[in-house]
């Protein structure tokens, strides 16, 4: 059985304008030429606008031990489009037939759920994406995010990611398994999965008597229709 071993020293660090501030959610691929590029969010002071939290930076490698940060930014968040006004994080990317696909979570002001989003990239060397229409995953009453795509042996993929559902008092979530567990933030987050790009409102709704954090699952309601999405809110189809 193999064993992993912790490798020496930082494959990245913040250390410029771009991701001065922070840099975090690694993805990699394998390039037709032989190397690789990352891919990875960075926030800074370089950032493009005001209000803009996050964004996907890349860097490439001969080896995938030492890497050289590419210049500009492969993605940024869009101002016009609310879903994905503020935010680009979690980058995931798989080739595909003429070029690649890049799945990240959008994210826009607080009001906004947050979506799963999609950018197509013809260039070899995956430097230069554009967005795809629309949206990959959406839904009424639940946010989407964290996602990561894995090809199948059989052909086409499988995407993996959270989902955190919200009600009129605010975001909550029933909790995936016992035991208990109190949330650390304002909502917590439970691990859907998603084939392909299906849409996810095909999957399961949520109960809508949310219990306590602390309720014992034996005494969680069954499943009911979903609750209302909160005030202000706009969904989008894709």
Not at 15 to 23: P, T, V
Not at 71 to 76: K, N
Not at 190 to 214: D, I
Request: hydrophobic residues 30%; contains cysteine; glycine residues 12%.
């Amino acid at each position: 059985r193999g064993m992993w071993s912790r490798e020496h020293g930082a494959r990245l660090a913040s250390d410029r304008g771009l991701d001065g501030g922070k840099l975090q959610s690694p993805a990699i691929v394998r390039l037709p030429s032989g190397g690789w590029r990352l891919f990875y969010v960075g926030v800074g002071p370089a950032r493009p606008f005001p209000v803009c939290q996050g964004y996907i930076l890349s860097a490439g490698s001969d080896n995938g031990v030492e890497f050289t940060k590419d210049e500009g930014i492969r993605l940024a968040p869009v101002p016009g489009r609310p879903h994905m006004s503020r935010r680009l994080i979690a980058p995931t990317v798989t080739p595909v037939e003429g070029g690649w696909r890049m799945y990240m979570e959008a994210r826009g002001p607080a009001d906004e759920l947050t979506a799963i989003a999609s950018a197509f990239s013809s260039d070899p060397e995956a430097l230069e994406w554009g967005f795809e229409e629309g949206l990959r995953l959406t839904h009424p009453t639940m946010g989407f995010g964290g996602p990561r795509y894995t090809p199948l042996p059989g052909g086409g993929g499988r995407l993996f990611l959270f989902a955190s559902v919200y009600t009129e008092e605010g975001p909550s979530v029933r909790p995936p398994t016992p035991p208990l567990r109190r949330p650390q933030s304002p909502f917590t987050s439970r691990l859907r999965r998603a084939r392909g790009c299906r849409r996810a409102s095909t999957a399961p709704q949520p109960p809508t008597a949310w219990p306590s954090p602390w309720t014992p699952a034996s005494a969680w309601p069954a499943t009911s229709p979903s609750p209302p999405r909160p005030a202000g809110s706009t969904q989008h189809s894709g």
